[in-house]
C-alpha cells in the first residue's frame, strides 16, 4: 500500500499519522503550529476531520442528541455543540495541507457525508480515513472508494461480519490500497480494552495492511501494536495537554510523539525473522560462553581431575557437555594451565 510516496506494509517502519481533530481549538495559527510539531516529532501524515455540525448531527436537543455518559469526556454536551467546538473550518484544510506537504508530510482527512469527500477532492486529498462511527456507513465507502484513493477504515466497535462488508464494499467500488484498524471507540482508551492481538488475526482475516488508531495514553501500546503487524498507527495530537480542547486529554505532546516514532521503528526493527543459534552480530561474543579447560599443569599421562579440568569462560575449549567424559582420561602430552582442551589431548 502507498499513500502519497511512502510505502506501508511490514517491510518499512510504520506509518505514523498525527490526528489533530478539534486540538486546533478554533485557531488557523495553532492549526499551522501543531502542523510543524508533527514534522519535527516525526510524523508521516497529519489527518483532519471533514464536517460541520449540520453535516454530522441534527441540531437537536431531544435526549437521543445530548451525551448522558459520566464517564465520557464530553457528558452533558449536545452533540451539535461539541461537533460544532471541535470541527475543522473548511476554509482552513488548503492552508493546512499546504503547510504539511512544504515540510514532507501527508496530509488528508476523515470524511463524514458525500459533501466532504466531495470537498476533499477538489483538494487533491492523497488519501481518505472513514472513523469508527462511520465504519457500517456503506454508503459512504462506496463513495470514497470510487475516488481511486487510498483508505483506512477504524473498525471500532464493528463485528467481523460489519468489516467484512465494509472491506468488501471498499473492495467492489475501486479501492485497490486499503486498510483497517484496530480501534477501541473510548476516549480515553484504556491498555486492557485494546486487545492487540486482533491486529495479526485481522491481518489474515481480511488480508490487507493492518494498524492501530490508538487512544491510550504513552506509546506502550503502539509498540506492541507493531510486534503483532501494525503497519500503521494514528494518535492525536496536539501542542500542549494543558491548553485544553475537545481531545486535549488522551493526546500526545510532541515529546511524546517523538518517542513514539523511535520506540515503534525500534519495534518494527527488532521483529525479524524467525532464528535460532545466534547471528552474525553474535559472533563475537562466542568468546564468552563457557568451555573446558586445563586448570593445571599436567605431564603427559596425567589423568584430569576436578581439580586440573574446569568449565569456564572463554569459549574456546571443547563444549561442557564432555566435561564428564574427559574427567579421569589421561592426557597425551604435557600440557599447560590455560589450554584449551581438545581432543588431541586425550588419550
Given at each position: 500500500?502507498?499513500?502519497?510516496?511512502?510505502?506501508i506494509?511490514?517491510?518499512h517502519?510504520?506509518?505514523?499519522?498525527a490526528e489533530?481533530?478539534?486540538n486546533?481549538n478554533?485557531s488557523?495559527?495553532?492549526a499551522?503550529?501543531?502542523?510543524?510539531?508533527?514534522?519535527?516529532s516525526?510524523?508521516?501524515?497529519?489527518k483532519?476531520?471533514?464536517y460541520?455540525?449540520?453535516?454530522?448531527?441534527l441540531d437537536?436537543?431531544?435526549?437521543?442528541?445530548?451525551?448522558?455518559?459520566?464517564?465520557?469526556?464530553?457528558?452533558?454536551?449536545?452533540?451539535?455543540?461539541?461537533?460544532?467546538e471541535?470541527?475543522?473550518?473548511?476554509?482552513?484544510?488548503k492552508?493546512?495541507?499546504?503547510?504539511?506537504?512544504?515540510?514532507?508530510?501527508?496530509?488528508?482527512?476523515?470524511?463524514?457525508?458525500?459533501?466532504?469527500?466531495?470537498f476533499?477532492?477538489?483538494?487533491?486529498?492523497?488519501?481518505?480515513?472513514?472513523?469508527?462511527?462511520?465504519?457500517?456507513?456503506?454508503p459512504?465507502?462506496?463513495?470514497?472508494?470510487?475516488?481511486?484513493?487510498?483508505?483506512?477504515?477504524?473498525?471500532?466497535m464493528?463485528?467481523?461480519?460489519?468489516?467484512?462488508?465494509?472491506?468488501q464494499?471498499?473492495?467492489?467500488?475501486?479501492c485497490?490500497?486499503?486498510?483497517?484498524?484496530?480501534?477501541?471507540?473510548?476516549?480515553?482508551?484504556?491498555?486492557?480494552?485494546?486487545?492487540?492481538?486482533?491486529?495479526?488475526?485481522?491481518?489474515?482475516?481480511?488480508?490487507?495492511?493492518?494498524?492501530?488508531?490508538?487512544?491510550?495514553?504513552?506509546?506502550?501500546?503502539?509498540?506492541?501494536?507493531?510486534?503483532?503487524?501494525?503497519?500503521?498507527?494514528?494518535?492525536?495530537?496536539?501542542?500542549?495537554?494543558?491548553?485544553?480542547?475537545?481531545?486535549s486529554?488522551?493526546?500526545?505532546?510532541p515529546?511524546?510523539?517523538?518517542?513514539?516514532?523511535?520506540?515503534?521503528?525500534?519495534?518494527?526493527?527488532?521483529?525479524?525473522?524467525?532464528?535460532?543459534?545466534?547471528?552474525?552480530?553474535?559472533s563475537?561474543?562466542?568468546?564468552?560462553r563457557r568451555?573446558?579447560?586445563?586448570?593445571?599443569d599436567?605431564?603427559?599421562?596425567d589423568?584430569?581431575?576436578?581439580?586440573?579440568?574446569?568449565i569456564?569462560?572463554?569459549?574456546?575449549?571443547?563444549?561442557p557437555?564432555?566435561?564428564?567424559?574427559?574427567?579421569?582420561?589421561p592426557?597425551?602430552?604435557?600440557?599447560?594451565?590455560?589450554?584449551?582442551?581438545?581432543?588431541?589431548?586425550?588419550?
Amino acid at each position: 500500500m502507498k499513500i502519497g510516496n511512502r510505502s506501508i506494509g511490514l517491510g518499512h517502519r510504520p506509518y505514523l499519522i498525527a490526528e489533530m481533530s478539534g486540538n486546533h481549538n478554533q485557531s488557523l495559527e495553532r492549526a499551522l503550529e501543531i502542523v510543524e510539531a508533527a514534522a519535527r516529532s516525526g510524523a508521516d501524515a497529519v489527518k483532519l476531520q471533514t464536517y460541520t455540525a449540520d453535516t454530522i448531527t441534527l441540531d437537536s436537543s431531544r435526549p437521543d442528541f445530548v451525551i448522558n455518559d459520566s464517564e465520557s469526556l464530553w457528558n452533558g454536551y449536545r452533540l451539535y455543540d461539541l461537533y460544532d467546538e471541535a470541527h475543522t473550518p473548511w476554509e482552513w484544510h488548503k492552508p493546512i495541507m499546504d503547510h504539511a506537504k512544504a515540510l514532507g508530510m501527508d496530509c488528508f482527512s476523515s470524511a463524514f457525508d458525500d459533501t466532504s469527500v466531495d470537498f476533499l477532492e477538489t483538494l487533491g486529498v492523497t488519501a481518505y480515513k472513514i472513523a469508527s462511527f462511520e465504519c457500517t456507513d456503506l454508503p459512504l465507502i462506496a463513495k470514497v472508494a470510487r475516488t481511486g484513493k487510498p483508505m483506512i477504515i477504524s473498525t471500532g466497535m464493528a463485528t467481523v461480519g460489519e468489516i467484512d462488508a465494509a472491506v468488501q464494499t471498499a473492495r467492489e467500488n475501486g479501492c485497490g490500497d486499503l486498510a483497517i484498524l484496530k480501534c477501541t471507540s473510548t476516549y480515553p482508551a484504556t491498555p486492557e480494552n485494546t486487545n492487540v492481538r486482533t491486529i495479526s488475526n485481522m491481518r489474515d482475516t481480511f488480508d490487507c495492511e493492518v494498524g492501530l488508531s490508538d487512544h491510550t495514553m504513552g506509546c506502550g501500546v503502539s509498540v506492541v501494536a507493531v510486534a503483532f503487524g501494525a503497519s500503521l498507527i494514528e494518535k492525536h495530537f496536539t501542542l500542549r495537554r494543558a491548553d485544553g480542547g475537545v481531545d486535549s486529554k488522551f493526546s500526545l505532546e510532541p515529546d511524546e510523539f517523538a518517542q513514539l516514532r523511535v520506540e515503534t521503528e525500534r519495534a518494527w526493527q527488532s521483529l525479524g525473522q524467525i532464528v535460532y543459534g545466534g547471528t552474525k552480530a553474535e559472533s563475537g561474543s562466542r568468546a564468552f560462553r563457557r568451555s573446558l579447560y586445563v586448570a593445571q599443569d599436567m605431564k603427559s599421562g596425567d589423568m584430569f581431575t576436578s581439580e586440573t579440568l574446569r568449565i569456564v569462560r572463554p569459549g574456546y575449549g571443547l563444549d561442557p557437555k564432555f566435561y564428564e567424559i574427559v574427567l579421569g582420561k589421561p592426557v597425551t602430552r604435557d600440557v599447560a594451565k590455560g589450554e584449551r582442551v581438545s581432543w588431541d589431548m586425550i588419550a
